[in-house]
């Protein structure tokens, strides 16, 4: 067995990726297949201290967040191969719109130098929501925040999130369950119909 589909589930903090990707789990389980979702920061080492930093604050924590982010990812990288041969469908949650996270002048060079590095699949999926929305949703949740989890910077990274968007779908998530689910339909059926099996 071989993946059909390698999916990348991509968006502001409290947007909704996590669900967004289960949504997609679900669709290709109901089909009988066998779905991976991986999350970013994962629960490996790296991803553990990639959280634990964005957790904290200050640029040095910044530093050593985005240091083991990228090693976290890295190490979904090694294991993709292995995983297309046991799934036929891998969704990464978080992935190369990491480099929103930086400093506004460096953000486009950052994700155009990620973008010839790291191998990029066709299907790409951005969630978008306003910060608002976005800050209503985390405050349901028991996690720790986060050093990006507040209006200013929310409003800041997705203006740079949608000025990488070029090339990827958009979800607006700011509606109810049932509009953003037509939408995520629409997307994987459309997927579907125009890249078939392929794996990337």
Same mark, same amino acid.
């Given at each position: 067995?071989?993946? %059909?589909?390698?999916?990348?589930?991509?968006?502001?903090?409290? /947007?909704?990726? /996590?669900?967004?990707?289960?949504?997609?789990?679900?669709?290709?389980? /109901?089909?009988?297949?066998?779905?991976?979702?991986?999350?970013?920061? $994962?629960?490996?080492?790296?991803?553990?201290?990639?959280?634990?930093?964005?957790?904290?604050?200050?640029?040095?924590?910044?530093? @050593?967040?985005?240091?083991?982010?990228?090693?976290?990812?890295?190490?979904?990288?090694?294991?993709?191969?292995?995983?297309?041969? /046991?799934? #036929?469908?891998?969704?990464?949650?978080?992935?190369?719109?990491?480099?929103?996270?930086?400093?506004?002048?460096?953000?486009?060079?950052?994700? #155009?130098?990620?973008?010839? @590095?790291?191998?990029?699949? $066709?299907?790409?999926?951005?969630?978008?929501?306003?910060?608002?929305?976005?800050?209503?949703?985390? $405050?349901?949740?028991?996690?720790?925040?986060?050093?990006?989890?507040?209006?200013?910077?929310?409003? %800041?990274?997705?203006?740079?999130?949608?000025?990488?968007?070029?090339?990827?779908? @958009?979800?607006?998530?700011?509606?109810?369950?049932?509009?953003?689910?037509?939408?995520?339909?629409?997307?994987? #059926?459309?997927?579907? @119909?125009?890249?078939?099996?392929?794996?990337?």
């Amino acid at each position: 067995m071989r993946a %059909r589909r390698w999916i990348i589930v991509d968006g502001l903090d409290g /947007s909704g990726k /996590s669900t967004i990707a289960h949504w997609i789990g679900e669709h290709y389980e /109901s089909r009988g297949e066998k779905v991976l979702i991986q999350m970013h920061p $994962s629960g490996r080492f790296t991803g553990r201290i990639a959280r634990r930093a964005l957790q904290s604050k200050g640029a040095a924590m910044f530093v @050593v967040s985005t240091t083991f982010f990228i090693l976290d990812v890295l190490g979904s990288l090694i294991r993709l191969r292995r995983w297309r041969r /046991s799934y #036929e469908t891998v969704v990464f949650v978080r992935y190369i719109m990491a480099a929103a996270y930086l400093p506004k002048r460096y953000a486009q060079k950052g994700y #155009e130098i990620i973008a010839k @590095v790291l191998p990029i699949p $066709s299907r790409l999926l951005l969630i978008d929501i306003d910060p608002e929305t976005a800050m209503k949703r985390m $405050s349901t949740r028991e996690d720790e925040e986060e050093m990006f989890e507040n209006i200013p910077s929310l409003t %800041r990274e997705r203006e740079k999130i949608l000025l990488l968007s070029h090339g990827w779908k @958009v979800l607006d998530n700011n509606q109810d369950e049932a509009a953003s689910r037509i939408q995520l339909m629409r997307i994987l #059926e459309e997927w579907d @119909v125009n890249l078939g099996d392929a794996a990337a």
